[in-house]
């Protein structure tokens, strides 16, 4: 695990802990709600099938796993990892309460070295990690995921913004502990620099005005 993921840890331990005061009590409404509202919008935009075997990195109390799990009525095994050990406790509990504890597995890793075989999934998502991590290690979470996706497979990706106005972005700075936000622009030349195809935006709608969010899809680039 890099720095930065140690960092991001750290921070998720307290806030999931209940150690940060009202910034703890407000995530914890956010994390469970964000599953229900959001994932249907990104489930359309990643093609997302019955038949997929799906990872979440940073799936941190497992909402977008469940949700996405049941609106497709999936047959196959979802998989999750986080990098927060209290995060995971709940998701747990969320998933047992759900009765999807044979479908849905979680684990505890960083996004820069993930366990699992190569070409272990078609469908690979990031939601809210990639502004904790440095260039470094956002390039080798790209490259792990592009190693654990099967030919053709999608990554998809959901992340704040950078704004025109200095005080939305150290509002972020300050309430994510981010360490890095990135354009599309960046975001788009980084995927196709590391062997993705045709990445494509898209918009999500939420409520976190003036804060803006950026979301993409890209496939796996075949091996020449």
């Not at 993921?5 to 910034?23: M, S, V």
């Not at 030349?189 to 993409?216: D, G, H, Q, Y």
């Amino acid at each position: 695990m890099n720095d930065d993921e140690r960092f991001a840890q750290a921070f998720y331990e307290d806030l999931e802990g209940g150690r940060l005061g009202l910034l703890s009590v407000v995530a914890k409404v956010v994390f469970d709600l964000s599953g229900y509202f959001y994932a249907g919008s990104l489930i359309r935009k990643a093609h997302l099938r019955p038949s997929d075997r799906m990872l979440e990195v940073g799936c941190g109390t497992a909402s977008m796993l469940i949700r996405a799990h049941g609106f497709r009525n999936s047959a196959s095994k979802y998989y999750g990892v986080d990098i927060s050990y209290t995060m995971l406790d709940r998701a747990r509990h969320n998933i047992r309460r759900q009765g999807l504890g044979g479908s849905i597995f979680i684990a505890a890793s960083p996004a820069s070295s993930l366990p699992f075989k190569d070409e272990s999934f078609s469908v690979v998502l990031f939601a809210f990690v990639i502004k904790h991590l440095s260039d470094e290690t956002f390039v080798s979470a790209l490259k792990e995921a592009h190693r654990v996706l099967m030919p053709g497979g999608r990554l998809v990706m959901w992340e704040f913004l950078p704004s025109s106005m200095g005080w939305a972005n150290r509002y972020v700075y300050s309430v994510t502990r981010a360490v890095r936000l990135r354009d599309r622009g960046e975001v788009v030349s980084l995927l196709e620099n590391t062997s993705f195809s045709c990445p494509k935006p898209f918009t999500i709608l939420a409520p976190w005005m003036p804060t803006r969010t950026f979301a993409v899809v890209a496939t796996k680039r075949a091996a020449k």
